[in-house]
């Protein structure tokens, strides 16, 4: 006799009697308890948390992704393991994982949970099992993995509205295992079963390492639902529980997090569940986001209206950060930033930013905003990309001058950017629809958080400019792609300054402005005569940059270099620069400027600021500070993005603002004092 069951699409034959005592010990030893059907109250009810718990004022009422709570009905028993699948019994499946044992310092002994597994290695491990016993293992549904761990409680934790000290593990942001801010120190055992267990009889469901669940992320329904197996496809697996080097709030029984089903490292590991999958047909995918919607897919042929090429345009500033006061999650209105623009073959305009509380927070995430061909405003902000609690640093856009959008991002793996790993993903539609992301730097560490400057080389390869530190000076890596995209490899050198913008010359070297590395108290620029791999450094003209501020290079369809940056030293002590104005006289400016050069970076001989030259007026800079725009002043501070469209018009935008000008407007003498009076 025997029962037909299917995992992941395929029909698997169960030969084995299934187990029927209380707890089950299976052939490698592994404990798994019965779960008995039930009833419980899924998400987070509203009761604020203590403060303690939440860390942060703006999760004193949970995460937005777990709401609304909802009753779910478990009808079937199921098994689940005591503890997390430790390094011993995963390696009776792969032997070869144990090279990865004491990776980064972690998990070296037997009886420590497995880490270093992505969500396709767990369920595999599940099968291999199951063919191994003749009985259906695999991965518990979110709705099981909450179930148990709530073990008939509705508190914050199993053991009540705080979590004893005994679960915490390097409770807080890691920056691990960044050397400039980590160290061993932050390194825990990972040994499993060393913490009280809940009313169950399950260990470590509150910390030690994460665990993968079967779900698709998706949000919740607020409908009762009975045996829900998630969403029918996603971009992210549920993981739940949290783990060693996270903040208490992650550790709640409601806490939802996920990951990219490729990805791995030392906070995810996975327990297994002894039972049929629920045959439930599982919700469908979240409907598309604004910006997704009614977008026009054919390229234009002639725009009416259009900037004359030979006559001076200047356009701006144009807000495009658009975010619900009160919003909390996926939004925040609180600090949104580090943007990267795009101009879509179809003539409309993305651009992706990032939005938190803070920035090193587990809640960053990237919204978007459209702006349409022929629209004269920016649509509000729509989510765009946002791995469940994880702080998703440092996007970029590019296109490829043919069809295809590329969005780079980093993805830590919980708080900071101290250990990123980086992400592609494609769109051949104008954005509408994306690729499934891929790890094209798959190791977390340094050297991998994208810069806003990528480009393709001479000889065909896109360049990637990427940070190759997490403070505020120590340089900036280039990563190279010879095959479109498909492969990276890091060319080796450091340009001097974080947050570089990168060009070829004519020549085929690679020229780089950064922000810190300062030479002579002059910005740092770097020659590369070999693709990145050593540089040379000297002393630019222009003043440096410092903190909430980055700058943006770029080789004009025309065929000058053009440069954005600020006056220095800093948005709030500014010095000025001096301009030459249309009547031959210099005076003094400050703020954000642009400069062109016509000799491949030797010298800038039209330098002016980015404004519209008019009266003073207040307008918004970054997280909705005012600056007075005008004559002799422009945007003090902001991460700059910058592209040119195909009419020719170059797009800028800072951290909230969008200005759009052509190489005339750039060539064209600022006006003189006498045309609007002392300033």
């Not at 004491?102 to 420590?112: C, P, Y």
């Not at 730097?441 to 991998?448: A, F, L």
């Not at 770097?526 to 693709?531: A, G, P, T």
Request: hydrophobic share 35%; with cysteine.
């Amino acid at each position: 006799m025997f029962d037909i069951g299917f995992f992941r699409g395929h029909i698997l034959l169960y030969t084995a009697k299934p187990p029927s005592a209380l707890e089950h010990i299976n052939s490698i030893g592994m404990r798994l308890r019965c779960i008995e059907p039930g009833t419980f109250r899924m998400g987070f009810e509203g009761e604020p948390l203590p403060e303690d718990v939440a860390g942060k004022p703006h999760r004193l009422n949970g995460d937005f992704d777990e709401k609304p709570a909802h009753s779910v009905t478990i009808t079937e028993p199921f098994y689940i393991g005591i503890c997390e699948v430790t390094n011993a019994q995963y390696e009776q499946f792969d032997p070869g994982h144990r090279k990865l044992r004491g990776a980064l310092g972690f998990s070296r002994e037997d009886d420590e949970a497995v880490v270093f597994v992505d969500w396709h290695d767990a369920t595999r491990f599940c099968e291999w099992l199951s063919e191994r016993e003749g009985l259906p293992y695999r991965l518990p549904t979110e709705a099981e993995w909450e179930y148990a761990c709530r073990a008939g409680t509705s508190t914050l934790f199993h053991t009540g509205a705080e979590l004893p000290d005994v679960f915490h593990k390097n409770a807080g942001q890691s920056w691990y295992p960044d050397a400039a801010r980590g160290g061993p120190s932050e390194i825990s055992s990972l040994k499993v079963g060393q913490t009280p267990s809940n009313p169950w009889g399950l260990y470590d469901m509150h910390g030690n390492v994460e665990e993968w669940c079967y779900d698709w992320y998706g949000p919740y329904e607020a409908d009762d639902q009975t045996d829900p197996v998630g969403r029918a496809d996603g971009d992210f697996k549920v993981t739940r529980g949290g783990s060693h080097s996270t903040e208490l709030f992650y550790l709640r029984s409601a806490n939802r997090m996920g990951m990219l089903p490729e990805d791995k490292h030392w906070l995810v590991g996975f327990r297994v569940v002894l039972g049929e999958l629920p045959q439930t047909e599982p919700l469908p995918v979240s409907p598309p986001e604004r910006y997704q919607r009614d977008v026009r897919q054919e390229r234009p042929t002639v725009i009416a209206g259009k900037p004359d090429p030979d006559r001076p345009y200047f356009k701006g500033p144009r807000q495009y950060v658009k975010v619900p006061e009160g919003s909390n999650g996926p939004m925040f209105p609180h600090h949104n930033h580090d943007p990267a623009l795009v101009a879509c073959p179809n003539g409309d305009l993305l651009a992706i930013w990032y939005t938190c509380v803070e920035e090193r927070g587990r809640e960053l995430g990237l919204l978007v905003s459209r702006l349409r061909r022929g629209e004269e405003e920016w649509e509000p902000a729509s989510v765009f990309w946002n791995t469940p609690d994880r702080n998703n640093h440092a996007p970029a856009f590019w296109f490829d001058g043919k069809d295809t959008l590329y969005h780079f991002c980093g993805l830590s793996v919980a708080a900071t950017w101290g250990n990123l790993a980086t992400t592609l993903r494609t769109s051949k539609d104008n954005g509408v629809t994306w690729s499934r992301a891929r790890l094209i730097i798959p190791e977390h560490g340094t050297r991998h958080m994208p810069v806003e400057s990528v480009f393709r080389a001479q000889d065909g390869s896109i360049v990637l400019p990427c940070d190759a530190v997490t403070g505020g000076r120590g340089g900036t890596a280039i990563w190279i792609s010879r095959d479109e995209g498909e492969t990276w490899e890091d060319a080796g050198g450091t340009i001097a300054g974080i947050h570089a913008g990168v060009v070829q010359l004519k020549d085929g070297r690679l020229m780089a402005f950064g922000r810190g590395d300062n030479i002579d108290d002059r910005m740092p620029r770097s020659i590369s005569e070999d693709m990145g791999k050593t540089w040379t450094y000297s002393a630019t003209p222009f003043p440096p940059i410092s903190g909430g501020q980055r700058l943006v290079l770029l080789r004009l369809r025309e065929g000058p270099i053009f440069l954005a940056s600020f006056t220095g030293p800093n948005r709030r002590d500014p010095e000025p620069i001096w301009i030459t104005d249309a009547s031959g006289t210099e005076r003094p400016v400050t703020g954000l400027f642009g400069a062109i050069s016509f000799d491949e970076g030797e010298t800038w001989p039209h330098i002016r600021l980015i404004s519209d030259d008019g009266p003073g007026r207040q307008v918004e800079t970054m997280d909705g500070h005012l600056f007075t725009m005008g004559f002799s002043n422009a945007e003090p501070g902001g991460y700059m993005s910058v592209c040119q469209d195909a009419e020719g018009t170059v797009h800028l935008i800072s951290s909230r603002q969008h200005y759009a000008f052509n190489l005339a407007w750039l060539k064209m003498p600022p006006p003189a004092s006498a045309t609007h009076g002392d300033p």
